[in-house]
Protein backbone atom coordinates (compact mmCIF):
# COMPACT_ATOMS: atom_id res chain seq x y z
CA UNK A 1 0.00 0.00 0.00
CA UNK A 2 2.85 2.03 0.71
CA UNK A 3 4.24 1.96 -2.56
CA UNK A 4 0.73 2.78 -3.97
CA UNK A 5 0.72 6.03 -2.04
CA UNK A 6 4.04 6.98 -2.70
CA UNK A 7 3.25 6.43 -6.94
CA UNK A 8 0.27 8.70 -6.13
CA UNK A 9 2.41 11.45 -4.92
CA UNK A 10 4.30 11.14 -8.43
CA UNK A 11 1.33 10.97 -10.29
CA UNK A 12 0.70 14.38 -8.62
CA UNK A 13 3.99 15.61 -9.11
CA UNK A 14 4.57 14.37 -12.78
CA UNK A 15 0.71 16.15 -13.67
CA UNK A 16 1.12 19.23 -11.83
CA UNK A 17 4.57 19.82 -13.63
CA UNK A 18 2.94 18.84 -17.05
CA UNK A 19 0.07 21.29 -16.89
CA UNK A 20 2.29 23.67 -15.26
CA UNK A 21 -0.61 24.65 -12.70
CA UNK A 22 -0.26 22.53 -9.31
CA UNK A 23 -3.20 24.77 -8.23
CA UNK A 24 -5.13 23.58 -10.51
CA UNK A 25 -4.86 19.88 -9.85
CA UNK A 26 -5.16 20.51 -6.05
CA UNK A 27 -8.22 22.39 -6.23
CA UNK A 28 -9.86 19.56 -8.44
CA UNK A 29 -9.15 17.08 -5.75
CA UNK A 30 -10.92 19.62 -3.04
CA UNK A 31 -13.55 18.98 -5.56
CA UNK A 32 -13.88 16.04 -5.72
CA UNK A 33 -13.73 15.15 -2.23
CA UNK A 34 -16.04 17.38 -1.37
CA UNK A 35 -18.60 16.30 -4.00
CA UNK A 36 -18.84 12.88 -3.46
CA UNK A 37 -20.04 10.86 -0.03
CA UNK A 38 -21.46 7.15 0.02
CA UNK A 39 -23.69 7.95 2.48
CA UNK A 40 -25.17 10.34 0.02
CA UNK A 41 -25.66 8.18 -2.50
CA UNK A 42 -27.48 4.56 -0.41
CA UNK A 43 -28.74 3.52 -4.16
CA UNK A 44 -25.41 2.57 -6.09
CA UNK A 45 -25.40 -0.65 -6.41
CA UNK A 46 -22.07 -2.82 -5.05
CA UNK A 47 -21.60 -4.02 -8.67
CA UNK A 48 -20.90 0.12 -9.88
CA UNK A 49 -19.43 1.29 -6.51
CA UNK A 50 -15.88 0.74 -7.43
CA UNK A 51 -16.46 3.27 -10.46
CA UNK A 52 -17.49 5.91 -7.71
CA UNK A 53 -15.15 8.29 -6.47
CA UNK A 54 -16.29 8.71 -3.06
CA UNK A 55 -14.77 10.86 -0.12
CA UNK A 56 -15.05 11.21 4.01
CA UNK A 57 -13.54 10.79 6.66
CA UNK A 58 -11.38 7.91 7.40
CA UNK A 59 -10.14 6.01 10.81
CA UNK A 60 -6.72 5.32 11.23
CA UNK A 61 -6.70 1.65 10.44
CA UNK A 62 -8.67 2.27 6.87
CA UNK A 63 -5.60 5.48 6.61
CA UNK A 64 -3.08 2.68 7.30
CA UNK A 65 -4.32 0.36 4.50
CA UNK A 66 -5.39 3.02 1.90
CA UNK A 67 -3.52 2.69 -1.59
CA UNK A 68 -4.51 6.02 -1.80
CA UNK A 69 -3.51 9.09 0.59
CA UNK A 70 -5.44 11.40 1.66
CA UNK A 71 -6.62 14.66 -0.15
CA UNK A 72 -5.15 16.71 2.34
CA UNK A 73 -1.93 15.79 2.61
CA UNK A 74 -2.03 15.50 -1.69
CA UNK A 75 -3.38 19.09 -1.49
CA UNK A 76 -0.20 19.95 0.81
CA UNK A 77 2.26 18.65 -1.50
CA UNK A 78 0.64 20.49 -3.96
CA UNK A 79 -0.70 23.89 -3.22
CA UNK A 80 -0.51 24.64 0.68
CA UNK A 81 -1.58 28.09 0.42
CA UNK A 82 -5.13 26.34 -0.31
CA UNK A 83 -5.12 24.63 2.88
CA UNK A 84 -5.04 28.09 4.54
Not at 59 to 75: D, I, M, T
Amino acid sequence: MAISRYREYIADSDAAAYTDDPEALARALVKIDEVGHYEDAPDVDDSVGALCIFGGKRGALPVLFAAHPPVENRVQKLAPSLLN
